[in-house]
C-alpha cells in the first residue's frame, strides 16, 4: 500500500527499528525491493535520485513505483532521494511521491534551514513527508548529490553533524526526517567505518517529537555497528551500493561459463534480480534490530 514516508518512521519510533530506503532505478531493483519487504513483512521506502535520471527519467520510474507501491502488500512509501532543484521538486509533487528529500546541505546553514523550511510549509498541506540533510555527507562515488566528485576521506569528523545545530534545525524547519552524517560515506569504504554511536544518541536525545533520524550509507557499515545506530535512533537507513554492485560478479561468471556462447539478457536479469532480492533482505534484517 503506498503511504507518507512520516506514517512509516510513526511505526519504526514506536518498535525501535529503521526502515530501509533503496534507490530503484530500474525494473529489476524495483521488483528485487518489492519482492523482500513483502517476504519479511516489513514496510520500506522506495527511492529515486535526480542523479540517477541518466539511467531511467522519472516521468518514466515515478509510474512503476508508485503502481507497485499500491499493490504491495506492505506500506510503501515512494521518495525522492537527494532533490536538490526545486522544479525538479515540484515535478516530483504531481508524479505522486510522497515523500521528498531537499538536499540544500551544500548551501550554509541559514540557507539550508531557509529553503527547507518553505518547502516543507509548501508540501506538508498535501501530505507530502520532507527529509533534509545537516552536516556534510562524503561521497566516495562519482556522481553522488551534493557535490559531485570525490571527497576527502582523511578525516570525516569535519563532515560531522552538530546535535546542537541539528536540533534547532528540525524545530525551525518542521521536517519529518533528518539525515545526519556520523561516520558514513556515500558508496564504498576506505577501511573500516567508525560511526560515533554516541553523537546519535546526542541528536537523538535533543530531537523534537516528529522528526526521524536517518543514516545515509548503509552499504557496507557491518551489522554490529549498523544495529548500535539504529538502537542510538536511527529510524531510516538508505542502502544501495552494495545491492546495485551485488550482480555484477555473479553475471561475470555466468558470461564466462558460457564460453563464447549466446546469453540471453533475460536469464541475466532475472538472477540480477534475485541477487539484489537477496541482499535487500539481508539489509533489512539487520535494520529492523529484532522487531
Request: net charge negative; proline share 5%; glycine share 8%.
Amino acid at each position: 500500500m503506498l503511504v507518507s514516508l512520516k506514517e512509516i518512521l510513526k511505526d519504526c519510533e514506536c518498535h525501535k527499528y529503521a526502515v530501509g530506503s533503496f534507490n530503484t532505478p530500474t525494473l529489476e531493483t524495483l521488483r528485487a525491493v518489492i519482492h523482500a519487504a513483502e517476504g519479511l513483512g516489513a514496510p520500506v521506502v522506495l527511492n529515486h535520485a535526480e542523479n540517477e535520471e541518466e539511467v531511467i527519467p522519472i516521468e518514466v520510474i515515478a509510474p512503476l513505483m508508485t503502481e507497485y507501491a499500491k499493490n504491495a502488500k506492505v506500506p510503501v512509501a515512494v521518495h525522492i532521494d537527494h532533490g536538490e532543484t526545486f522544479p525538479y521538486l515540484m515535478k516530483a509533487v504531481r508524479l505522486g511521491f510522497t515523500s521528498i528529500m531537499y538536499d540544500c546541505s551544500n548551501l550554509p546553514h541559514g540557507q539550508n534551514m531557509e529553503k527547507v523550511k518553505r518547502f516543507v510549509e509548501l508540501v506538508h498541506p498535501l501530505g507530502i513527508s520532507v527529509e533534509a540533510e545537516i552536516g556534510a555527507m562524503p561521497n566516495n562515488m562519482a556522481g553522488c548529490a551534493n557535490g559531485h566528485e570525490k571527497s576527502d576521506l582523511s578525516n570525516l569528523e569535519k563532515y560531522f553533524t552538530d546535535p546542537e545545530e541539528a536540533a534547532d534545525f528540525a524545530k525551525q524547519t518542521g521536517v519529518d526526517a533528518l539525515a545526519v552524517s556520523f561516520g558514513t560515506v556515500h558508496g564504498s569504504y576506505e577501511g573500516e567505518p567508525k560511526l560515533d554511536i554516541e553523537r546519535v544518541e546526542r541528536i537523538k536525545a535533543l530531537m523534537p517529537e516528529g522528526t526521524a533520524l536517518v543514516m545515509h550509507g548503509g552499504s557496507g557499515t557491518g551489522k554490529e555497528q549498523t544495529r548500535a545506530a539504529v538502537t542510538a535512533g536511527i529510524r531510516k537507513i538508505n542502502y544501495f551500493t552494495a545491492m546495485d554492485t551485488a550482480p555484477a560478479p555473479v553475471l561475470f561468471e555466468v558470461i564466462k561459463r558460457a564460453g563464447g556462447e549466446p546469453v540471453h539478457y533475460g536469464r541475466l536479469a532475472r538472477l540480477a534480480m534475485e541477487v539484489m532480492e537477496e541482499k535487500v533482505k539481508e539489509a533489512m534484517e539487520i535494520f529492523l534490530n529484532s522487531r
